[in-house]
C-alpha cells in the first residue's frame, strides 16, 4: 500500500499533464520536499511559441517540446537538493541528466505499460543505468496499489 501522500502526488502529476495541448503523449511532473510542492511541469512548447495542435511536423515538435521535467526544474528556480520527482511517464536519459544534476534524490512514477516499454526501452535502459550509478532512488508504483 503507498501512502496518501505518494497518492496525491501522483494524482497532481497526471492533472498537470492534463494541461499539455500535445495529442499523442500529455506528461506531468510535481517536485516536492518534505511533502511540500515545489514546482510543477507538463511538456509543451516554451512561453511565446506557438502551440496550436498540428502545427508543425512531428520531428520538429519534437525539437520543440520541453518535457514535464524539464519545466518543472525551470519553473522550480530554487535549489533541488533532496527534493523528489513525482512523474506520469518514466523519464527519458535527457530529463533523467537533468534531475541527477539538479540533486533530487527519488523519482517516482507509474509501472509503465509493456506497450511503452517495448517502445523506449532502450531509452529506458540508459535512464535506469544513470539513476542507479547516482544513487537516485526510483520508485515504480502499480496504480492498482492506488485502488
Not at 43 to 60: A, E, L, Q
Not at 71 to 91: G, M
Not at 97 to 126: M, N, S, Y
Request: aromatic share 10%; proline share 4%.
Amino acid at each position: 500500500m503507498i501512502s496518501k501522500w505518494a497518492q496525491r502526488f501522483h494524482q497532481m502529476a497526471e492533472l498537470v499533464a492534463s494541461w499539455s495541448k500535445d495529442p499523442s503523449t500529455k506528461v506531468g511532473s510535481v517536485i516536492t520536499k518534505n511533502n511540500r510542492i515545489i514546482s510543477v511541469g507538463f511538456n509543451g512548447y516554451p512561453h511565446g511559441i506557438s502551440d496550436t495542435v498540428n502545427i508543425d511536423p512531428r520531428d520538429i515538435k519534437y525539437l520543440k517540446t520541453l518535457h514535464a521535467e524539464e519545466n518543472a526544474i525551470l519553473f522550480a528556480k530554487s535549489n533541488l537538493d533532496e527534493c523528489e520527482i513525482w512523474v506520469t511517464h518514466f523519464p527519458c536519459p535527457n530529463c533523467a541528466a537533468k534531475i541527477i544534476q539538479t540533486g533530487i534524490i527519488a523519482v517516482h512514477c507509474p509501472k509503465q505499460t509493456e506497450e511503452f516499454l517495448f517502445r523506449w526501452k532502450d531509452k529506458l535502459k540508459v535512464s535506469q543505468d544513470m539513476f542507479l550509478e547516482a544513487k537516485i532512488k526510483v520508485n515504480c508504483i502499480s496504480l492498482k496499489d492506488f485502488l
